[in-house]
């Protein structure tokens, strides 16, 4: 397509003689490629493959730090291992890594061949030819027909329908599954045949390709006019020609330049906090490996020039060393070849593979999967699994993901009287479960059947012919842009945008005001039995920023009137002065409604004069044309007319809450993690929301409200809520200075406070709120607060709350949406998640995770997130301490062979220590490894935070697995070296040889690390099982296999050392000697374990041992059944008291009791551990002078 200077598209329609439209520039001798149709996701083809996946993979530090060690490798002078050490491992990694990414390029390739190969049908040379999808120019005309893919963006040039109208699907682009209607423009409408079409010469003027599905401005130049094109004359690709016999289109946009490819750009890619971590401990590793490279570096120079130099005769220096100092240099390069295996590269393959396990768990758990709707949970990502364990902040929509967005018209509120409430018999409101049979609408043939209403009062209003109740509903049946659809006589289907509308125009039709057809000019309604079809003059259609919407039409009688509905905030203030008094009566019926949870709406309307429409209709023509900020006209020109309405009354719609709403909520709750809903509602349907899901509660201590509307109202509510909440804090703290804990992290000081609080805000609150000098109190004060709900609010604002979360604390965020308005939320917190609801799937598409409802969060982050925390961690504690105790070894052995960078083990063990002999055992406790089941992580949310607190895997766990895999290292070579310096064998010959010590030293490592990994394994299953003594196996048969004849025959060079292992391990010395060390390495570990379990546990420890219990005292009790009632007065004392542990669990407020207080269930006052940890100091005058203590130091708490 053509650009001019002005960056705008110009698509001009002549066709040649070979039927193509060319560009304004090409026709001005601008040669310019026109856009391809053909569209292109895959990455490679099969020349580029190789090259290019190779550079991606060596833009990772890890791949490069590796192939720079195999560089190394192949340099005789410093290389005392085989090329094959390295290789192996790295092209492994690579060629997987290749394979996925091969794999997942040939889906894409398919998918593009798919969709490029489609038919359709193109108009070439006045005649219609079959052309494939990539073939397609702009400026071709197509033809499709009902049920066909649109191929291009296209202009509408005409349609079967009359009006050049059409219907079209777009749930490829934004998931709606309604239909929407589009119409060509009148000039355009009657080229029905394709002789016309041929003959078709005009030029589109548009704006340049972007992403923008619901706005297009341009122009069409045709016969010396000019006409404005807006998005209702488009087609944009991907969409669905429905109930539309044929139509023809103009293709605007091709290819890469269409609306739907526009939207198709990556998303931001996601790292968790383990990883950012990994990375810093990656490059602490290399410092340490370089430290102990010089260290070895300096003993190695300094041997050679004092000692060395005494064996010149017999131990010559290498052909180039001329110096004790460059043979130091060059034995530094040597050891960092040696020693590189404290970070090995299986590392990063083996956190994939356990990611990916992660999450198929999650697509296949039935728990999670909603068999009405028959959508199961889908992890969209691989690399955030872990992160779902450390949520600390859940920011949720409202309608759709807390309540089921089915609307229900529930009450109605008309010239001052209010509809809706049942009433019994004696016309006083029946309370819930005395409702009496609903209102019959059968004197309706057209009334829908599934409408329930309980007033009888509207309907008898109906039919007594108030006036007032006639155009409330007649502004229902007209003032909205739903489709009807006719399948047979009186069987009326309604396609809604959004199910309010569908809501709303469903009542009107029950009361008789039945909407049945429409055309782009006329409006048909059945008015109580009676077809009388309005003329349709203009839509004034919704947006987020004019929140109402406004038809204009001429009824039969040739009046012109205009029907307004919107929210109340901006209708209410629009309405003529004489409202006041209806307008006050009506504000209290609306705040009533709201207060009850529903969705509100407010009904006017307005007579225009002919001659002041008929100007405006003008200045609307020529502002519809407009070049420029054709929105700013149209929106002044809407403003004008939707001013001194009539205010007709207003409408209820009732928005159910989902099923486990306020069980999942209170549960995350107790899990400390913080709910903040943002919501584009009303604040008295958002409060009440609040309070039926048990996000806000009558206990709570206060729930601070933040109105205000200037920068200075806000920032005063917002430092009283503070003030009062410190208030609270002092009295608590027995006077503790706020001074001193102001100058702590911020918010730790109010996190510390006693009582719970809520904070609500208004969105033109929270637009000053969100201001760079108050957004720090504003945060202060939310994070202070238990539950934040914020009210009206745009997209925009719902991702600048979770940034300026993001920005100020170290806590993971998590938002939750189903429709498009959430998505700029979900793609800014860490974790996105979808709900798959009745707004489409632009949030599911956007997401990185996705379900039905709401109440699978809870499985989600509870068990799923919480076991891959707990999974990592415990991988990578235990990864890191086996490759420090395999590869410390050398550097221990560097002192006692001259610094020569020699190995302890044999090249092929170093090959295959962790391909093979301690890979699957740790991939197995990562994948499947549990602490406690997934009822219990259920039941007691507090074993969720341990994440939250990062207390599993930190810089100080990993200092610790170092220590441990150091101090094995040390053992594990000094008692070897210590026994065979004097030992001998059966025969009386010396044991001590180079290759039995390696075979020695090297069976020690491998059953120490299996043992070690059984002891850190919590849930055992048959691939647990296989995996570690498989391994085990596996190590003696290729040990064996290494050493024997057979090996030696046909690579003679390679397998020198035959039958050493043999040998070796015949001799029991050499048992004696493995067992030894394997007791003293693996003793301390266990005596340590057993002592942290008894005097200091962690919570899952005691759940652990609560299920024990109760499982030997249900053992007990059954025993107890056939021996009588024997010892029946002890066992109700004991029995009474175990109830009342279980009680203390079940409350959420969990403790580290130790096993001695477990046993006796004595009750002893204490606090969460946690909460100790979270509060640190704080306040502690108070504990000093608590009486409990003493108690507090026997628990640990």
């Excluded at 601008?30 to 391809?36: A, K």
């Excluded at 994948?927 to 930190?954: A, H, I, T, W």
């Excluded at 041992?1105 to 010892?1127: F, I, N, P, S, W």
């Amino acid at each position: 397509m053509g650009c001019g200077a002005a960056g705008h598209g110009a698509v001009r329609g002549p066709p040649s003689p070979g039927g193509r439209a060319s560009s304004a520039s090409q026709r001005a001798g601008v040669q310019r490629e026109v856009p391809s149709n053909c569209i292109k996701t895959s990455k490679y083809n099969i020349v580029t493959f190789l090259p290019v996946n190779l550079f991606e993979q060596f833009q990772e530090v890890a791949n490069t730090y590796f192939l720079f060690l195999l560089i190394l490798q192949l340099i005789p002078q410093i290389s005392s291992l085989s090329w094959f050490t390295t290789i192996v491992p790295l092209v492994l990694v690579l060629t997987i890594t290749a394979v996925k990414d091969a794999t997942d390029d040939y889906f894409r390739h398919k998918s593009d061949n798919q969709v490029n190969n489609r038919q359709s049908q193109v108009l070439i040379g006045g005649v219609l030819r079959q052309e494939q999808w990539m073939n397609v120019r702009v400026g071709d005309i197509i033809k499709l027909e009902n049920n066909q893919f649109v191929a291009a963006d296209l202009l509408l040039l005409s349609s079967s329908e009359p009006h050049g109208l059409c219907y079209i699907e777009t749930a490829e682009l934004d998931g709606e599954t309604n239909m929407k209607v589009r119409q060509a423009i009148p000039v355009t409408a009657e080229l029905g045949d394709t002789s016309q079409l041929a003959r078709f010469d005009g030029e589109v003027i548009c704006e340049p390709p972007n992403n923008k599905l619901d706005k297009f401005g341009g122009t069409l130049y045709w016969k010396e006019s000019k006409y404005p094109l807006s998005n209702q004359n488009m087609l944009l690709r991907g969409c669905v020609l429905r109930n539309t016999e044929w139509c023809f289109g103009l293709v605007i946009f091709a290819g890469p330049d269409t609306k739907l490819m526009q939207n198709s750009g990556r998303t931001k890619f996601k790292r968790t906090s383990i990883d950012r971590l990994m990375n810093t401990l990656v490059l602490w590793i290399f410092g340490f490996l370089v430290c102990m490279g010089v260290i070895l570096a300096i003993g190695n120079a300094i041997w050679e020039h004092e000692v060395g130099v005494c064996f010149q005769i017999y131990l010559p220096w290498d052909e180039g060393v001329h110096s004790a100092f460059f043979s130091g240099f060059l034995s530094f390069w040597s050891y960092i070849i040696i020693l590189n295996t404290v970070v090995p590269i299986s590392l990063y393959v083996s956190v994939e593979v356990i990611r990916l396990g992660h999450s198929y768990f999650i697509n296949w758990d039935k728990k999670m999967y909603c068999a009405k709707r028959r959508t199961p949970a889908e992890a969209c990502t691989t690399t955030l699994n872990e992160e779902l364990g450390q949520v600390e902040y859940i920011f949720s929509d409202k309608t759709g993901t807390l309540t089921q967005n089915i609307m229900v018209f529930s009450k109605c509120s008309v010239n001052g009287h209010s509809y809706g409430d049942v009433q019994d018999m004696l016309g006083h409101k029946a309370e819930l479960g005395e409702r009496p049979e609903p209102v019959d609408f059968s004197f309706n043939p057209l009334a829908d059947p599934r409408f329930q209403f309980w007033d009888p009062s509207l309907l008898e209003a109906v039919k007594l012919g108030d006036l007032h109740v006639h155009e409330f509903f007649r502004l229902l049946s007209l003032c909205h842009t739903v489709m009807s659809e006719e399948k047979s006589e009186g069987e009326l289907l309604y396609k809604a945008q959004s199910p309010d509308e569908g809501a709303l125009v469903t009542a009107a039709r029950n009361f008789g005001f039945v909407f049945r057809s429409r055309t782009p000019k006329t409006i048909t309604v059945h008015e109580l039995g009676q077809a009388i079809t309005y003329q349709l003059l203009a839509i004034l259609d919704f947006n987020n920023i004019r929140k109402r919407m406004s038809v204009i039409v001429r009824s039969p009688e040739g009046k012109i009137r205009l029907y307004c509905k919107g929210a109340d905030t901006i209708l209410l203030e629009r309405l003529h002065p004489v409202n006041q008094d209806l307008s006050s009566i009506t504000t209290d019926h609306l705040n009533e409604y709201a207060g009850e949870g529903l969705r509100t709406l407010v009904l006017a309307y307005k007579d225009l004069e002919e001659s002041y429409y008929k100007d405006w209709s003008e200045r609307l023509h020529r502002a519809g044309s407009a070049p420029e900020a054709r929105e700013d006209h149209l929106a002044r020109l809407y403003d004008e007319v939707e001013h001194d309405m009539m205010l007709l009354g207003a409408t209820a719609i009732e928005d159910k809450l989902q099923q486990g709403v306020p069980e999942t909520i209170a549960i995350l709750t107790l899990a400390n993690i913080k709910i903040w809903v943002l919501t584009g509602d009303k604040q008295e349907t958002a409060v009440n929301i609040g309070y039926s899901c048990k996000m806000l509660t009558d206990d709570m201590t206060e729930v601070f409200v933040v109105t205000g509307h200037t920068v200075l109202e806000v920032r005063e509510e917002l430092r009283k809520a503070r003030e009062k909440m410190m208030d609270a804090s002092r009295s608590v703290c027995n006077g503790f200075s706020y001074q001193e804990k102001l100058s702590s992290k911020l918010t730790s000081v109010l996190e510390a406070i006693a009582g719970e609080y809520a904070l609500v805000i208004n969105g033109h609150s929270l637009a000053h709120a969100l201001e760079a000098d108050m957004e720090a109190e504003f945060l202060e004060t939310a994070c202070a607060c238990k539950a934040v709900i914020c009210c009206r609010v745009t997209p925009l604002q719902k991702a600048q709350v979770v940034e300026l979360v993001k920005k100020y604390k170290k806590a993971v965020t998590l938002a939750i949406g189903d429709g498009a308005n959430d998505v700029s939320m979900i793609k800014t917190a860490h974790i996105g998640v979808g709900i798959s609801g009745q707004e489409g799937i632009q949030a599911v598409l956007a997401s990185d995770y996705s379900f039905s409802q709401f109440k699978f969060l809870q499985r989600l982050l509870l068990v799923h997130g919480r076991w891959s925390y707990l999974r990592m961690c415990k991988f990578l504690c235990y990864f890191f301490y086996k490759n420090f105790a395999f590869t410390m070894v050398h550097f221990w052995f560097g002192f006692f062979c001259g610094f020569s960078a020699q190995t302890v083990y044999d090249q092929y063990f170093i090959t295959l220590y962790n391909i093979v002999y301690t890979s699957l055992p740790v991939l197995a406790m990562g994948v499947f490894d549990q602490d406690v089941p997934e009822q219990r992580s259920m039941e007691y949310p507090k074993l969720y935070e341990p994440g939250q607190l990062n207390l599993l895997f930190n810089k100080r766990e990993f200092f610790i697995c170092i220590a441990q895999g150091i101090y094995t290292s040390i053992l594990m070579f000094f008692i070897p070296y210590g026994v065979f310096a004097d030992a001998t064998r059966d025969d009386g010959a010396q044991l001590a040889d180079y290759q039995s010590f390696a075979v020695t030293v090297a069976t020690s490592l491998v059953i120490v690390v299996s043992v070690q990994i059984g002891l850190d394994t919590g849930f055992w299953t048959a691939i647990n099982h296989f995996f570690i003594w498989g391994s085990l196996a596996a190590y003696f048969a290729i040990l064996f296999t290494m050493h024997s004849d057979g090996l030696f025959r046909m690579f003679p060079n390679q397998f020198r050392f035959v039958g050493n292992a043999q040998n070796t391990l015949a001799q029991p010395t050499v048992w004696l000697t493995i067992a030894l060390t394997a007791v003293v390495c693996i003793v301390p570990v266990v005596a340590f374990r057993f002592l942290k379990l008894d005097l200091k546990p962690e919570l899952s420890d005691t759940v652990r041992y609560t299920q024990l219990v109760r499982k030997k005292q249900k053992t007990q009790h059954r025993c107890m059944r056939h021996a009588g009632r024997v010892g029946s007065r002890r066992s109700g004392y004991a029995f009474s008291h175990q109830e009342g542990f279980g009680e203390l669990i079940m409350s959420g407020k969990n403790m580290r009791l130790s096993s001695l207080a477990l046993s006796s269930f004595a009750p002893r006052p204490s606090t969460s551990w946690i909460d100790t940890l979270r509060k640190k100091k704080g306040c502690e005058g108070s504990s000093a002078s608590s009486p409990s203590g003493a108690a507090d130091k026997t628990l640990r708490v």
